[in-house]
């Protein structure tokens, strides 16, 4: 039995927006295990990207406590990397340069710093473009930067906030499949934030489902899908269909809630 | 109403690479000339020459048959009196007295206003205090305040410089402040999440991506700041482009008020020129054309 890394303990999170208190998250339990790939589904606006910062520790929770490796932890944890929904690559560095920015920023040692680069580079085929600005490049390759740019430092634990939203499904689709590759390498944890059902079972081994503001957890569902899996042919696999069912039922009471 | 498919039309001249090269050595030279599209600055610059030609032409043809010599002048005896402006070394003098005061003033005036938009980003609460006394300070026209200068800095040089200083000073630190407070939140926490402590996310996040205005700031206090230099004479002085734009405009000297006039705006032209260069250097990630080996901004 793997070991929980991340711990969320009782989390609310409540904040003012234009004069009026509101309830974002409201308690928050769960627990994420060493090494395992966590899809976090809600209808918009149920905080989702919110549990993110504080389990980052951009935001402080208005109550409740988040435990990595069983100790509790206030602020900004440098265990954990995180891929934003925008790119946020700096546009006055080249792609090669962007994917640096983190082995700068933490002052590690100039050693092999090239070749790592190089070679994640090299993994997402990017090669080529190693000198390219980023407005001089496509939409999925600023989001492979962006995902490699957190690989490099090889943090313990990566949150990833809807990653491959803006993009095209072709583009979508490729990129899962890279991500999985690089997830079997590098054996992360991985807490993926989507609102694609599709998409969370594909890469998951397990789904939390959100509800509607203020977000809770309505639902964890493991995904028993053989891996390796091949995300271009997931609705082939056998219980597919059945998992896809369970999870549209209880996601789609909450998207009704939150158009409501 | 026919439903036959009409030829689209097509606008201009096809594509260069679509059009015959002439066969004769002048021809395709002058051709190349015409329409090489590596060759567009140096067309450019060869029409913005004629141009000026064109109207220095039609002031002389002007002067003397349609309006009187003595309102416009003429570029004939523009050049004489330049000409001898250069010979008896005059012109030299006061363009460096006037140069060296603008430079004193600008650099001192870009380090305050680069410095103090830096220290007041950092502290919202006090830039939030002291906003509008600033505002209010640089809302009246600087010219109100060069008795004052010169009251409590004589007439030599200091007050020019501290005029000068002034302008700059404001034009600097407005644009590094709001620079620097509009650097992307979203940058900064990246940043900080990758493990950057404070003094890297400045060095790494903030500066770069602050530098378009700061630079623009610096580019724009130029013209001002000479402006500044040259008020400052103008109200008293006895050596300066200043001092001879009121020297000659007591006298009613037109030929020499246009003569200054004309020195200055090739001074700016030139200045601007050399910026505009820097610019293109330093921000090179900005220019959509460029690709390949470009090196990003030293960081």
Not at chain 2, 206 to 230: D, Q, R, T
Request: contains cysteine; glycine residues 8%.
């Amino acid at each position: 039995m793997p070991r929980p890394i991340l711990s969320l303990r009782g989390v609310a999170k409540r904040f003012v927006s234009r004069g009026r208190l509101v309830h974002a998250l409201s308690r928050i339990d769960l627990d994420i295990e060493e090494g395992e790939f966590l899809s976090v589904v809600g209808p918009s606006g149920c905080g989702k990207s919110t549990l993110l910062n504080i389990l980052v520790g951009l935001l402080p929770p208005s109550e409740g406590e988040i435990r990595y490796e069983g100790r509790p932890v206030h602020g900004l944890n440098p265990a954990i990397g995180y891929v934003t929904q925008q790119d946020n690559l700096l546009p006055w560095r080249t792609l090669r340069r962007n994917v640096l920015l983190p082995l700068e920023l933490r002052h590690e040692p100039r050693g092999d710093r090239e070749e790592r680069a190089a070679r994640l580079i090299r993994k997402v085929g990017l090669a080529g473009f190693e000198e390219h600005y980023p407005h001089e490049l496509s939409g999925g390759m600023r989001q492979r930067a962006n995902i490699i740019r957190t690989l490099i430092y090889d943090p313990a634990v990566i949150l990833m906030d809807e990653p491959f939203g803006p993009l095209d499904a072709q583009t979508r689709l490729a990129l899962q499949s890279q991500l999985l590759a690089l997830w079997r390498e590098a054996r992360k944890t991985v807490v993926f934030i989507t609102h694609d059902l599709a998409e969370a079972i594909a890469l998951s081994d397990r789904v939390v489902l959100m509800s509607a503001r203020p977000g809770r957890i309505k639902r964890v569902v493991d995904i028993p899908i053989a891996r390796p899996r091949d995300v271009y042919h997931m609705h082939a696999a056998p219980n597919y269909k059945e998992i896809y069912e369970l999870l549209w039922q209880d996601l789609r009471e909450e998207v009704v809630e939150a158009m409501a | 109403m026919s439903a036959e498919p009409r030829p689209l039309s097509v606008r201009g001249a096809p594509p260069e690479e679509l059009l015959p090269e002439p066969q004769g050595r002048l021809e395709r030279l002058w051709w190349r000339l015409r329409r090489s599209p590596e060759l567009a600055g140096l067309r450019l610059a060869l029409w913005r020459v004629l141009f000026g030609a064109a109207l220095l032409v039609l002031w002389q043809i002007a002067s003397g048959r349609w309006v009187s010599e003595k309102l416009i002048s003429s570029p004939g005896e523009l050049a004489t009196v330049f000409a001898e402006w250069v010979r008896s070394g005059s012109i030299f003098f006061h363009f460096a007295y006037t140069l060296t005061n603008t430079l004193y003033g600008y650099v001192a005036g870009s380090l305050l206003g680069i410095g103090l938009g830096f220290a007041l980003a950092g502290a919202p609460v006090i830039a939030a205090i002291i906003e509008p006394y600033i505002m209010a300070f640089n809302g009246v026209p600087r010219i109100a305040y060069g008795p004052l200068f010169i009251a409590w800095f004589g007439i030599e040089r200091l007050p020019k410089v501290v005029l000068v200083g002034t302008i700059v000073f404001f034009l600097t630190f407005v644009s590094t402040f709001s620079g620097i407070r509009g650097v992307p939140q979203d940058l900064i926490n990246v940043a900080r999440v990758m493990g950057g402590r404070r003094f890297d996310v400045y060095r790494k996040i903030i500066l770069p991506s602050a530098m378009p205005w700061i630079i623009n700031g610096l580019k724009v206090s130029v013209p001002f700041g000479m402006v500044g230099a040259i008020v400052g004479e103008y109200l008293v002085s006895d050596r300066g482009l200043g001092y001879l734009l009121s020297l000659y405009s007591n006298e009613y000297y037109i030929t020499g008020m246009i003569l200054v006039i004309l020195l200055l705006m090739v001074v700016v032209l030139l200045v601007n020129q050399g910026l505009n260069w820097l610019e293109s250097r330093l921000l090179r990630w900005r220019a959509p054309v460029q690709v390949g080996q470009d090196r990003p901004m030293p960081s």
